[in-house]
Protein backbone atom coordinates (compact mmCIF):
# COMPACT_ATOMS: atom_id res chain seq x y z
CA UNK A 1 0.00 0.00 0.00
CA UNK A 2 1.57 3.35 -0.97
CA UNK A 3 2.31 6.06 1.42
CA UNK A 4 0.20 9.52 0.17
CA UNK A 5 1.78 12.88 1.14
CA UNK A 6 0.84 16.32 0.64
CA UNK A 7 2.34 17.61 -2.29
CA UNK A 8 3.04 21.30 -3.27
CA UNK A 9 0.09 23.63 -3.35
CA UNK A 10 -1.73 24.60 -6.43
CA UNK A 11 -4.81 26.31 -7.58
CA UNK A 12 -6.93 23.39 -6.67
CA UNK A 13 -5.06 22.27 -3.08
CA UNK A 14 -2.41 20.37 -2.05
CA UNK A 15 -1.45 17.54 -4.87
CA UNK A 16 -1.18 13.75 -3.57
CA UNK A 17 2.50 11.93 -4.11
CA UNK A 18 2.87 8.29 -3.61
CA UNK A 19 6.18 7.22 -2.16
CA UNK A 20 5.26 3.54 -1.70
CA UNK A 21 7.57 2.65 -4.67
CA UNK A 22 10.33 5.52 -4.12
CA UNK A 23 11.58 4.62 -0.69
CA UNK A 24 15.18 3.63 -0.69
CA UNK A 25 15.06 0.74 1.05
CA UNK A 26 12.52 -1.08 -1.20
CA UNK A 27 14.68 -0.36 -3.87
CA UNK A 28 17.46 -1.74 -2.34
CA UNK A 29 15.16 -4.87 -1.76
CA UNK A 30 13.16 -5.05 -5.42
CA UNK A 31 16.92 -4.83 -6.81
CA UNK A 32 18.26 -7.52 -4.20
CA UNK A 33 15.52 -9.72 -5.30
CA UNK A 34 16.26 -9.08 -9.40
CA UNK A 35 19.80 -9.98 -9.00
CA UNK A 36 18.78 -13.28 -6.96
CA UNK A 37 16.01 -14.50 -9.47
CA UNK A 38 18.38 -13.89 -12.77
CA UNK A 39 21.18 -15.92 -10.42
CA UNK A 40 18.80 -18.63 -9.81
CA UNK A 41 17.84 -18.84 -13.71
CA UNK A 42 21.20 -18.56 -14.82
CA UNK A 43 22.06 -21.79 -12.48
CA UNK A 44 19.51 -23.39 -13.31
CA UNK A 45 20.41 -23.00 -17.12
CA UNK A 46 23.53 -24.04 -16.08
CA UNK A 47 22.72 -27.23 -15.20
CA UNK A 48 19.54 -28.09 -17.33
CA UNK A 49 20.03 -25.95 -20.26
CA UNK A 50 16.79 -24.81 -20.13
CA UNK A 51 15.54 -21.76 -22.29
CA UNK A 52 12.33 -21.83 -20.60
CA UNK A 53 13.24 -21.51 -17.99
CA UNK A 54 16.05 -19.00 -18.32
CA UNK A 55 13.74 -16.58 -20.09
CA UNK A 56 11.36 -16.72 -17.44
CA UNK A 57 13.98 -15.77 -14.94
CA UNK A 58 15.63 -13.15 -17.08
CA UNK A 59 11.36 -11.44 -17.36
CA UNK A 60 10.91 -11.70 -14.31
CA UNK A 61 13.90 -10.19 -12.78
CA UNK A 62 13.61 -7.60 -15.76
CA UNK A 63 10.09 -6.59 -14.06
CA UNK A 64 11.43 -6.60 -10.65
CA UNK A 65 14.51 -4.78 -11.14
CA UNK A 66 12.17 -1.90 -13.10
CA UNK A 67 9.84 -1.71 -10.19
CA UNK A 68 12.82 -0.92 -8.17
CA UNK A 69 15.10 0.82 -10.11
CA UNK A 70 12.77 2.53 -12.49
CA UNK A 71 9.46 3.39 -10.49
CA UNK A 72 8.13 5.65 -13.47
CA UNK A 73 7.94 3.20 -15.76
CA UNK A 74 4.77 2.21 -13.92
CA UNK A 75 3.51 5.17 -13.38
CA UNK A 76 3.65 5.56 -16.92
CA UNK A 77 1.81 2.45 -17.74
CA UNK A 78 -1.06 2.93 -15.12
CA UNK A 79 -0.99 6.76 -16.60
CA UNK A 80 -1.76 4.28 -20.35
CA UNK A 81 -4.00 2.03 -18.57
CA UNK A 82 -5.68 5.44 -17.10
CA UNK A 83 -5.35 3.69 -13.50
CA UNK A 84 -4.43 6.23 -10.80
CA UNK A 85 -2.84 4.15 -8.33
CA UNK A 86 0.77 3.34 -9.63
CA UNK A 87 0.88 0.29 -6.38
CA UNK A 88 -2.48 -1.05 -8.48
CA UNK A 89 -0.69 -1.17 -11.90
CA UNK A 90 2.15 -3.34 -10.11
CA UNK A 91 -0.23 -5.87 -8.26
CA UNK A 92 -2.28 -6.50 -11.89
CA UNK A 93 1.13 -6.93 -13.95
CA UNK A 94 2.37 -9.28 -10.94
CA UNK A 95 -0.82 -11.31 -10.38
CA UNK A 96 -1.00 -11.39 -14.33
CA UNK A 97 2.56 -13.13 -14.14
CA UNK A 98 1.73 -15.29 -11.47
CA UNK A 99 -1.48 -16.79 -13.69
CA UNK A 100 1.07 -17.27 -16.59
CA UNK A 101 3.73 -19.31 -14.17
CA UNK A 102 0.51 -21.30 -13.05
CA UNK A 103 -0.08 -22.21 -16.67
CA UNK A 104 3.81 -22.83 -17.64
CA UNK A 105 4.16 -25.26 -14.48
CA UNK A 106 0.68 -27.26 -15.68
CA UNK A 107 2.01 -27.57 -18.95
CA UNK A 108 5.43 -29.25 -17.51
CA UNK A 109 3.61 -31.32 -15.46
CA UNK A 110 1.39 -32.72 -18.40
CA UNK A 111 4.80 -32.93 -20.82
CA UNK A 112 6.01 -35.14 -17.82
CA UNK A 113 2.75 -37.18 -17.25
CA UNK A 114 3.00 -38.10 -21.29
CA UNK A 115 6.57 -38.56 -21.38
CA UNK A 116 5.97 -41.09 -18.52
CA UNK A 117 2.93 -42.80 -20.48
CA UNK A 118 4.84 -43.44 -23.41
CA UNK A 119 8.27 -44.73 -21.63
CA UNK A 120 6.15 -47.12 -19.60
CA UNK A 121 4.68 -47.92 -23.10
CA UNK A 122 7.94 -48.21 -24.71
CA UNK A 123 9.14 -50.35 -21.98
CA UNK A 124 6.74 -52.97 -21.96
CA UNK A 125 6.19 -52.97 -25.41
CA UNK A 126 10.41 -53.62 -25.51
CA UNK A 127 9.90 -56.48 -22.89
CA UNK A 128 6.90 -58.19 -24.65
CA UNK A 129 9.15 -58.20 -28.11
CA UNK A 130 12.28 -59.72 -26.37
CA UNK A 131 10.20 -62.62 -25.47
CA UNK A 132 7.90 -63.20 -28.33
CA UNK A 133 7.62 -65.95 -30.85
CA UNK A 134 10.03 -66.25 -33.82
CA UNK A 135 7.03 -68.00 -35.61
CA UNK A 136 7.17 -66.43 -39.16
CA UNK A 137 3.83 -68.21 -40.05
CA UNK A 138 1.44 -66.37 -42.09
CA UNK A 139 -1.36 -67.87 -41.01
CA UNK A 140 -4.42 -65.30 -40.46
CA UNK A 141 -4.71 -64.39 -36.81
CA UNK A 142 -7.54 -62.46 -35.01
CA UNK A 143 -5.36 -60.90 -31.41
CA UNK A 144 -7.60 -60.29 -28.72
CA UNK A 145 -6.28 -57.70 -26.53
CA UNK A 146 -7.21 -57.68 -22.83
CA UNK A 147 -6.44 -54.47 -20.51
CA UNK A 148 -6.52 -55.63 -17.14
CA UNK A 149 -5.70 -53.50 -13.61
CA UNK A 150 -6.17 -56.20 -10.51
CA UNK A 151 -8.30 -58.84 -12.01
CA UNK A 152 -6.26 -61.90 -10.60
CA UNK A 153 -9.44 -63.09 -10.01
CA UNK A 154 -11.31 -63.53 -13.36
CA UNK A 155 -8.28 -63.52 -15.81
CA UNK A 156 -7.59 -66.79 -16.05
CA UNK A 157 -11.33 -67.64 -16.96
CA UNK A 158 -11.48 -65.34 -19.13
CA UNK A 159 -8.37 -66.17 -21.22
CA UNK A 160 -9.23 -70.07 -20.50
CA UNK A 161 -12.44 -69.43 -22.43
CA UNK A 162 -11.27 -68.32 -25.57
CA UNK A 163 -11.01 -70.40 -28.62
CA UNK A 164 -8.15 -71.52 -30.53
CA UNK A 165 -9.45 -69.87 -33.82
CA UNK A 166 -13.00 -68.02 -35.02
CA UNK A 167 -14.10 -67.39 -38.53
CA UNK A 168 -11.13 -69.31 -40.21
CA UNK A 169 -9.05 -67.24 -38.01
CA UNK A 170 -6.04 -68.54 -35.52
CA UNK A 171 -6.49 -66.85 -32.04
CA UNK A 172 -3.74 -64.81 -29.95
CA UNK A 173 -4.47 -63.71 -27.03
CA UNK A 174 -2.91 -60.76 -25.48
CA UNK A 175 -3.36 -59.34 -21.69
CA UNK A 176 -2.09 -55.88 -20.96
CA UNK A 177 -1.89 -55.87 -16.82
CA UNK A 178 -1.67 -51.90 -16.17
CA UNK A 179 -0.13 -51.31 -13.26
CA UNK A 180 -1.68 -54.35 -11.16
CA UNK A 181 -0.43 -55.40 -7.76
CA UNK A 182 -2.68 -58.63 -7.17
CA UNK A 183 -0.61 -61.11 -8.92
CA UNK A 184 -2.93 -60.31 -12.50
CA UNK A 185 0.07 -61.27 -14.22
CA UNK A 186 0.61 -64.61 -12.30
CA UNK A 187 -2.59 -65.77 -13.46
CA UNK A 188 -1.87 -65.90 -16.92
CA UNK A 189 1.25 -67.22 -17.05
CA UNK A 190 0.18 -71.20 -17.12
CA UNK A 191 -1.80 -70.34 -20.44
CA UNK A 192 -1.23 -70.03 -23.67
CA UNK A 193 -1.91 -66.07 -23.63
CA UNK A 194 1.03 -63.77 -23.56
CA UNK A 195 1.10 -60.92 -20.56
CA UNK A 196 2.65 -58.13 -20.69
CA UNK A 197 3.09 -55.73 -18.14
CA UNK A 198 2.81 -51.78 -17.34
CA UNK A 199 5.02 -50.94 -14.68
CA UNK A 200 2.99 -47.72 -13.80
CA UNK A 201 -0.74 -47.87 -14.13
CA UNK A 202 -1.44 -45.94 -17.31
CA UNK A 203 -5.36 -46.41 -17.54
CA UNK A 204 -7.12 -48.61 -19.80
CA UNK A 205 -7.24 -46.38 -23.04
CA UNK A 206 -3.17 -46.41 -22.59
CA UNK A 207 -3.36 -50.42 -22.08
CA UNK A 208 -5.44 -51.15 -25.38
CA UNK A 209 -2.21 -48.55 -26.90
CA UNK A 210 0.14 -50.84 -25.85
CA UNK A 211 -1.74 -53.80 -26.98
CA UNK A 212 -2.65 -52.62 -30.51
CA UNK A 213 1.17 -51.98 -30.72
CA UNK A 214 2.23 -55.21 -30.45
CA UNK A 215 -0.83 -56.44 -32.16
CA UNK A 216 0.76 -54.57 -35.42
CA UNK A 217 3.86 -55.61 -35.01
CA UNK A 218 2.44 -59.39 -35.16
CA UNK A 219 0.34 -58.52 -37.98
CA UNK A 220 -2.65 -59.46 -36.56
CA UNK A 221 -5.57 -59.21 -39.37
CA UNK A 222 -8.11 -58.18 -37.00
CA UNK A 223 -7.89 -56.93 -33.44
CA UNK A 224 -10.37 -58.06 -30.57
CA UNK A 225 -10.51 -55.90 -27.22
CA UNK A 226 -12.44 -57.49 -24.53
CA UNK A 227 -12.19 -56.81 -20.55
CA UNK A 228 -10.94 -58.98 -18.16
CA UNK A 229 -13.95 -59.14 -15.55
CA UNK A 230 -15.86 -61.62 -17.85
CA UNK A 231 -18.78 -59.67 -18.72
CA UNK A 232 -18.21 -60.09 -22.54
CA UNK A 233 -19.64 -63.18 -24.38
CA UNK A 234 -17.23 -65.29 -25.46
CA UNK A 235 -19.27 -67.05 -27.36
CA UNK A 236 -20.25 -64.39 -29.71
CA UNK A 237 -16.76 -63.67 -30.77
CA UNK A 238 -17.55 -65.12 -34.16
CA UNK A 239 -20.26 -62.83 -34.70
CA UNK A 240 -17.56 -59.85 -33.55
CA UNK A 241 -15.46 -60.85 -36.00
CA UNK A 242 -17.63 -61.79 -38.82
CA UNK A 243 -17.93 -58.59 -40.97
CA UNK A 244 -14.56 -57.71 -40.81
CA UNK A 245 -13.48 -61.17 -42.26
CA UNK A 246 -16.30 -60.90 -44.68
CA UNK A 247 -15.07 -57.52 -46.14
CA UNK A 248 -18.83 -55.56 -44.61
CA UNK A 249 -16.97 -53.53 -42.20
CA UNK A 250 -13.61 -52.04 -40.90
CA UNK A 251 -14.92 -51.50 -37.26
CA UNK A 252 -17.68 -53.87 -35.44
CA UNK A 253 -18.96 -52.49 -31.73
CA UNK A 254 -21.26 -54.97 -29.88
CA UNK A 255 -24.09 -53.15 -28.28
CA UNK A 256 -26.09 -54.15 -24.90
CA UNK A 257 -28.99 -51.98 -25.80
CA UNK A 258 -29.63 -53.65 -28.56
CA UNK A 259 -29.07 -57.43 -27.47
CA UNK A 260 -28.89 -58.34 -23.85
CA UNK A 261 -27.93 -55.96 -20.58
CA UNK A 262 -27.52 -57.92 -17.40
CA UNK A 263 -24.20 -55.86 -16.50
CA UNK A 264 -25.91 -54.31 -13.29
CA UNK A 265 -25.56 -50.74 -14.41
CA UNK A 266 -27.41 -48.07 -12.07
CA UNK A 267 -30.39 -45.61 -13.49
CA UNK A 268 -28.15 -43.10 -13.94
CA UNK A 269 -25.12 -44.99 -15.55
CA UNK A 270 -27.41 -46.66 -18.25
CA UNK A 271 -29.32 -42.85 -19.02
CA UNK A 272 -25.43 -41.34 -19.41
CA UNK A 273 -24.73 -43.82 -21.74
CA UNK A 274 -27.48 -43.24 -23.59
CA UNK A 275 -27.45 -39.47 -23.66
CA UNK A 276 -23.63 -39.37 -24.91
CA UNK A 277 -24.19 -42.30 -27.35
CA UNK A 278 -26.77 -39.90 -28.86
CA UNK A 279 -24.32 -36.43 -28.61
CA UNK A 280 -22.18 -38.85 -30.68
CA UNK A 281 -24.24 -39.75 -33.30
CA UNK A 282 -25.56 -35.94 -33.29
CA UNK A 283 -21.80 -34.74 -34.20
CA UNK A 284 -20.61 -37.95 -36.03
CA UNK A 285 -23.96 -38.58 -38.13
CA UNK A 286 -23.20 -42.20 -36.60
CA UNK A 287 -26.28 -44.66 -35.76
CA UNK A 288 -24.71 -46.72 -32.75
CA UNK A 289 -27.05 -47.30 -29.41
CA UNK A 290 -23.71 -48.02 -27.22
CA UNK A 291 -20.73 -45.60 -27.11
CA UNK A 292 -19.08 -47.26 -24.14
CA UNK A 293 -19.20 -50.86 -24.63
CA UNK A 294 -15.44 -52.33 -24.78
CA UNK A 295 -16.44 -55.68 -27.20
CA UNK A 296 -15.21 -54.24 -29.83
CA UNK A 297 -13.10 -55.80 -33.49
CA UNK A 298 -10.95 -53.34 -35.50
CA UNK A 299 -9.16 -54.48 -39.07
CA UNK A 300 -5.72 -54.43 -38.06
CA UNK A 301 -4.34 -52.68 -40.66
CA UNK A 302 -6.95 -49.64 -39.93
CA UNK A 303 -5.17 -49.22 -36.62
CA UNK A 304 -2.30 -46.51 -37.88
CA UNK A 305 -5.10 -44.36 -39.31
CA UNK A 306 -6.59 -43.79 -35.52
CA UNK A 307 -5.18 -41.10 -33.72
CA UNK A 308 -5.39 -42.61 -29.95
CA UNK A 309 -3.94 -39.88 -26.86
CA UNK A 310 -6.75 -40.99 -24.28
CA UNK A 311 -5.40 -42.92 -21.72
CA UNK A 312 -8.69 -43.10 -19.67
CA UNK A 313 -12.12 -42.79 -21.77
CA UNK A 314 -11.43 -44.49 -24.55
CA UNK A 315 -13.94 -46.16 -26.04
CA UNK A 316 -16.11 -42.69 -27.05
CA UNK A 317 -12.20 -41.84 -28.99
CA UNK A 318 -11.81 -44.85 -30.88
CA UNK A 319 -15.42 -44.69 -32.25
CA UNK A 320 -15.12 -41.06 -33.24
CA UNK A 321 -11.49 -41.64 -34.40
CA UNK A 322 -13.18 -44.56 -36.68
CA UNK A 323 -15.78 -42.23 -38.10
CA UNK A 324 -14.02 -39.53 -38.90
CA UNK A 325 -11.28 -41.81 -40.82
CA UNK A 326 -13.76 -43.29 -43.19
CA UNK A 327 -14.08 -46.70 -41.23
CA UNK A 328 -16.97 -48.60 -42.20
CA UNK A 329 -18.67 -49.20 -38.77
CA UNK A 330 -20.69 -51.81 -37.94
CA UNK A 331 -23.11 -52.56 -34.53
CA UNK A 332 -24.10 -55.92 -33.00
CA UNK A 333 -26.45 -56.91 -30.63
CA UNK A 334 -24.49 -58.78 -27.63
CA UNK A 335 -25.70 -59.90 -23.94
CA UNK A 336 -23.45 -58.36 -21.64
CA UNK A 337 -23.43 -60.19 -18.24
CA UNK A 338 -22.26 -59.37 -14.50
CA UNK A 339 -19.13 -58.92 -13.29
CA UNK A 340 -17.46 -62.43 -12.23
CA UNK A 341 -15.69 -61.17 -9.44
CA UNK A 342 -13.84 -57.53 -7.66
CA UNK A 343 -15.82 -54.56 -8.24
CA UNK A 344 -15.86 -51.80 -11.48
CA UNK A 345 -12.62 -49.73 -11.84
CA UNK A 346 -14.65 -46.75 -13.49
CA UNK A 347 -14.69 -43.74 -11.35
CA UNK A 348 -18.04 -42.39 -10.15
CA UNK A 349 -17.99 -38.60 -10.03
CA UNK A 350 -15.35 -38.02 -12.58
CA UNK A 351 -17.29 -40.69 -15.14
CA UNK A 352 -19.29 -38.75 -17.06
CA UNK A 353 -16.50 -35.70 -16.63
CA UNK A 354 -14.39 -37.79 -18.48
CA UNK A 355 -16.69 -39.16 -21.11
CA UNK A 356 -17.70 -35.44 -22.38
CA UNK A 357 -14.18 -34.06 -22.10
CA UNK A 358 -13.11 -37.04 -24.60
CA UNK A 359 -16.06 -36.64 -26.93
CA UNK A 360 -15.56 -33.22 -27.41
CA UNK A 361 -11.61 -32.86 -27.90
CA UNK A 362 -12.05 -36.06 -29.82
CA UNK A 363 -14.46 -34.61 -32.20
CA UNK A 364 -12.73 -30.93 -32.26
CA UNK A 365 -9.26 -32.14 -33.01
Not at 119 to 130: G, N
Not at 164 to 170: F, L, N, Q, R, T
Not at 258 to 283: C, M, P, Y
Request: hydrophobic share 45%.
Amino acid sequence: MPVWEAGPQTANGPVLQAFGLDSSTLTAFLIGLAVVIFLWGFERYRTTFSRQEFLIAITLSLGVFAAGAFPAVYSALASAFHVERRSLIVSLLANSALVLLVLYLLAQVRSNQLSITELTRDLAVERATETASTDTSTERTVCVVIPAYNEAESIRNVVSSLPESVHGYAVETLVVSDGSTDGTVDRVASTAATAVEHPLNQGQGGALKTGFELAQQRGANIVVTIDADGQHPIDQLDALVAPIADDAADYVVGSRYAGVDESGNGVARRAGIRLFTKVINVITKSNITDCTNGFRAIRGAKLNDLTLTEERFSAPELIIEARKNGLRIREIPVSIAQRETGTTKKPKLGYALGLARTIFTTWIR
